[in-house]
Nanobody, 121 residues
Framework: QVQFVESGGGLVQPGGSLRLSCVVSGSIWHISSMAWFRQVPGKQRELVARSGSGGSTFYADSVTGRFTISRNNAANTVFLQMNSLKTEDTAVYYC???????????????WGQGTQVTVSS
């Protein structure tokens, strides 16, 4: 079983910052991409940022220039630094990772339980 421990969510004022962390553990042979998604009630889950195993990154247009994704591969950990937060960033944020259980198995996507981020004055 692949497990996620997410932390860093909470309440912050507009313009403030938060740093989300996600530690992946379990039966892991290799982790390829790692990503952060977010979802608000009544809307579909959207990709916020993705980090490829080779160092490539992707950001949604709405967060480009404000959010930064990074990772510590030795610790199987991914971070999301969120600066200049807006009320529109309020959502449940989910950690995701593409994980290979064995060296001959294909990659599969796994998800964390989510952490609430609320941006309000």
């Amino acid at each position: 079983q692949v497990q996620f421990v997410e932390s860093g969510g909470g309440l912050v004022q507009p313009g403030g910052s938060l740093r989300l962390s996600c530690v992946v553990s379990g039966s892991i042979w290799h982790i390829s991409s790692m990503a952060w998604f977010r979802q608000v009630p009544g809307k579909q889950r959207e990709l916020v940022a993705r980090s490829g195993s080779g160092g490539s990154t992707f950001y949604a247009d709405s967060v480009t220039g404000r959010f930064t994704i990074s990772r510590n591969n030795a610790a199987n950990t991914v971070f999301l630094q969120m600066n200049s937060l807006k009320t529109e960033d309020t959502a449940v944020y989910y950690c995701s990772a593409a994980v290979a259980i064995t060296g001959v198995a294909p990659l599969s996507n796994y998800w964390g339980q989510g952490t609430q981020v609320t941006v309000s004055s």
